[in-house]
């Protein structure tokens, strides 16, 4: 059997616009969601957890790892696009801009970090990991923004949004540890 590599980006986050976005932790919805797939079995295969170095992501995978009784692994490399420039924006300026990122790849929009940039992070750290070669699943945990760019990567597709996850989060996609075949677009957590 191929083992399989998915990327599981966090689900639903207590939003604070006082607190850093990095630090921002999972939400009530989110750890039940997340509590309940954990418990599914589903994930059984699953021999190494990286994470994204985000609380909200951490949160995620630490749960999750509890019931595998597997390490979690913290990658400052899996983080999401450096957005620290403009800090938390309203809903709607968010959207304006994250749609900017992705039709501008080469430019820094607003001094966020440009998703050229954060999709060669995200593909070199996801293959660091894929190096050792390890038996078993890898399960990746991060976020939307940098898991669309290494959707993008793996699929052979441009960066472009129309890829995104839908909105709220708790999407993954999975793809072969060998030849890299993507399996699937997003989906939601629970089909796991």
């Not at 900017?100 to 990991?129: C, K, N, T, Y």
Request: charged share 25%; hydrophobic share 40%; aromatic share 8%.
């Amino acid at each position: 059997m191929t083992n399989l590599v998915r990327y599981l980006t966090h689900p639903q986050v207590r939003i604070d616009p006082a607190i850093p976005v990095p630090s921002w932790g999972l939400s009530e919805v989110g750890r039940a969601r997340t509590e309940a797939i954990a418990s599914a079995g589903r994930l059984s295969g699953t021999t190494q957890i990286i994470s994204s170095g985000e609380r909200k992501a951490i949160e995620t995978a630490e749960i999750i790892a509890a019931k595998l009784n597997v390490d979690v692994e913290v990658r400052a490399a899996m983080n999401e696009n450096d957005r620290s420039a403009t800090g938390f924006l309203m809903p709607d300026e968010f959207e304006a801009v994250a749609n900017e990122f992705f039709a501008q790849p080469q430019i820094s929009i607003r001094g966020w970090e440009r998703a050229i940039d954060a999709q060669l992070r995200i593909v070199r750290g996801v293959e660091q990991v894929l190096a050792r070669n390890r038996p078993g699943d890898v399960l990746f945990i991060g976020h939307g923004g940098v898991g669309t760019l290494l959707y993008c990567h793996y699929s052979g597709f441009a960066i472009d949004r129309t890829y995104d996850q839908p909105a709220g989060g708790g999407y993954f996609f999975a793809f072969t540890k060998d030849g890299r075949r993507v399996q699937h677009s997003w989906r939601r957590l629970e089909d796991l």
